[in-house]
């Protein structure tokens, strides 16, 4: 029989067992679903008002100039 070394063996039960694991993983609900988008949904509004403000303030210092 072929003697392994203790880190080739701990990596393949490694990958074995992440590989098992990511099987196991359960699917998204709606309600999940729905909180995503609205999170994303709420990032992109964020992202705008911060545009906005940023417009703003351009607008405010061309007015001082």
Known sequence: MMKLDKPIVL???LA???ALL???QK???PAE???KELDKAMD???QQIEKA???IQDT???AKK
């Open 33 to 35: 679903k729905a909180g």
């Open 53 to 55: 403000g940023e417009k």
């Open 11 to 13: 990596g393949i039960a």
């Open 60 to 62: 405010a210092n061309d």
């Open 22 to 24: 990511s099987a196991c």
């Open 44 to 46: 992109q509004a964020g």
């Open 27 to 29: 699917q998204e609900g």
């Open 16 to 18: 074995l067992s992440m």
